[in-house]
């Protein structure tokens, strides 16, 4: 009895710790989440992510042309052919052609890259990568002002010029992309023959030195840029503009500079949207 009695006095003790170290855990759990959830969301810089390595090779002669959905699996595309150029020539065809709505993903452009992706109205262009772009990255067409281009995640480099030329109505959104070694990252077309009122977004983009600019656009048109969480590296003399303004033209006349940085109207960001290291 009294053995029987002595063991029954002990087994609370057991589950009295088992249900302290159990607490304390909790708490401790509790506050690291805590802890992590009151940092400042600068308190770190986020690496840039790593470019994918092509799953396989195909060279391409003449243009692909996508409606619906086209899925590369990362395999790398490059021009060959009458496509086997890879200089600045304004003109050149496309590697891809997108109809309205369709979307192109997982896709690595390899050199030569001749022109691109072309968009003749609204488009996705989702997680594709540019080794060395070639002309222009990508260019934007589409003729209705409904039209929305959306660019997510990839990246691009080596672009002695333009990554995205924007000649079309309607709204670009660039997001989750990086960018190196580039001219400007988009540009509303200075001089094309038929503008329009232009919006670009550009958010949550790592932007690498060396650069020229960010976006260009025509405020006699009423273009308009809105640039957030933009992340700057190796530029820390803050050589790259991020937002240049023009008197564009219908004429093919060179464009004018007439500013660049925030003014609340057409430059729509602060210096809280930028961040450098």
Excluded at 139 to 154: A, I, L
Aim: one cysteine or more; glycine letters at 12%; a positive charge.
């Amino acid at each position: 009895m009294n053995e029987r009695a002595h063991t029954h006095r002990r087994r609370p003790g057991k589950r009295r710790m088992a249900t302290a170290l159990t607490a304390a855990l909790v708490l401790t759990g509790a506050a690291l989440a805590t802890n992590l959830m009151v940092q400042p969301a600068g308190a770190a810089t986020a690496a840039v992510p790593a470019w994918p390595s092509a799953t396989g090779t195909q060279a391409v002669s003449k243009t692909i042309e996508v409606s619906g959905t086209y899925d590369g699996s990362l395999k790398r595309f490059y021009g060959s052919g009458d496509l086997g150029g890879d200089g600045q020539d304004e003109g050149q065809d496309p590697i891809f052609e997108l109809a309205d709505g369709a979307t192109l993903k997982n896709v690595i452009l390899g050199s030569p890259a001749a022109d691109g992706v072309h968009c003749s109205g609204s488009c996705t262009i989702q997680n594709v990568w540019w080794e060395d772009v070639g002309e222009d990255a990508a260019s934007f067409k589409g003729t209705s002002t409904g039209s929305v281009y959306t660019v997510y995640g990839g990246g691009a480099k080596k672009a002695s010029d333009k990554v995205f030329q924007f000649n079309g109505a309607g709204k670009l959104v660039v997001t989750k992309f990086q960018v190196a070694d580039f001219g400007k990252l988009v540009r509303s077309c200075g001089n094309c023959s038929k503008q329009y009122k232009r919006e670009i977004i550009v958010t949550d983009v790592d932007v690498t030195a060396p650069g020229k600019s960010l976006v260009g656009i025509n405020t006699n048109y009423g273009d308009t840029a809105a640039l957030r969480s933009v992340r700057i590296h190796g530029d820390s003399s803050k050589k790259i503009k991020p937002c240049v303004r023009y008197t564009g033209n219908n004429t093919g006349a060179e464009p004018k500079e007439t500013g660049s940085g925030p003014d609340g109207t057409y430059c729509r960001y602060t210096a809280s949207d930028l961040s450098y290291d």
